[in-house]
């Protein structure tokens, strides 16, 4: 019973490469999240997604960040032309549907590096 | 606005009992959270409080006053390993399963 799959657990970009982020929620799980959490600070709301449909994209920035989560694979968070102010720990976490009374399960997280 | 605030740091002795308080302000209410996050780890699941009350699990326990938008994280006899950061988070009331989060407590545990 695997948990909260996300992949790479570390990735280096270049300054205006783009950036994939994956994420696979846990069996059973059909809210998937995406966090960043900066150095010394808190984690911050990114999007959060069920199959085929994006919820709530309120911390998002408007430009060159998008995020899937489609019928079929993982969730993906894609960021175009990085710069390095995109440098941060990117974090996923599912929730099963219904009352969520455990709140989430996280994945252990992407480190985007930004040189 | 929305604002969850903790102490930003506390040391502590092993083996003695250390008290990490939440305080929030949040237009809705669907319970709170609290995570535990070692450096470079993800957080992990603590606690949840959606009624007022002390809920206890080992020596880990969390209290919740909703007229107060209060919460106390309370852990006993502690112990190296509980040197981490301690994440008070709230949800949002409705559908929405958005967690809003504090900054997080570095907690220290010294021998």
């Known amino acids: 019973n695997a948990g909260v799959m996300q992949n790479p657990r570390h990735l280096v970009r270049r300054r205006g490469q783009e950036a994939r982020l994956r994420c696979s929620p846990m069996k059973g799980h059909s809210h998937v999240y995406w966090y960043r959490q900066l150095p010394e600070e808190g984690l911050k709301f990114m999007v959060y997604?069920?199959?085929?449909?994006?919820?709530?994209e309120s911390g998002m920035p408007k430009e060159r960040f998008s995020a899937e989560f489609p019928k079929e694979g993982p969730s993906i968070l894609r960021i175009q032309q990085v710069v390095r102010g995109d440098s941060a720990a990117y974090f996923c976490?599912?929730?099963?549907?219904?009352?969520?009374?455990?709140?989430?399960?996280f994945g252990s997280g992407t480190r985007l590096t930004v040189v | 606005g929305q604002n969850i605030d903790q102490p930003t740091e506390m040391t502590a002795t092993e083996g003695a009992i250390v008290q990490i308080n939440c305080t929030y302000q949040t237009s809705g209410f669907n319970g709170l959270f609290w995570y535990q996050q070692h450096a470079g780890e993800a957080p992990t699941f603590l606690s949840y409080n959606v009624l007022d009350g002390l809920e206890e699990k080992g020596r880990f326990s969390s209290f919740l006053s909703r007229s107060k938008g209060y919460s106390y994280l309370l852990l006993k006899e502690l112990q190296m390993k509980d040197s981490a950061s301690y994440l008070c988070?709230?949800?949002?009331?409705?559908?929405?399963?958005?967690?809003?989060w504090g900054l997080g407590t570095s907690l220290a545990v010294n021998p």
């Open positions: 988070a709230v949800g949002n009331a409705g559908n929405n399963r958005k967690l809003i």
């Open positions: 997604l069920q199959k085929e449909n994006i919820i709530d």
């Open positions: 976490a599912s929730s099963p549907p219904g009352p969520s009374n455990y709140g989430y399960t």
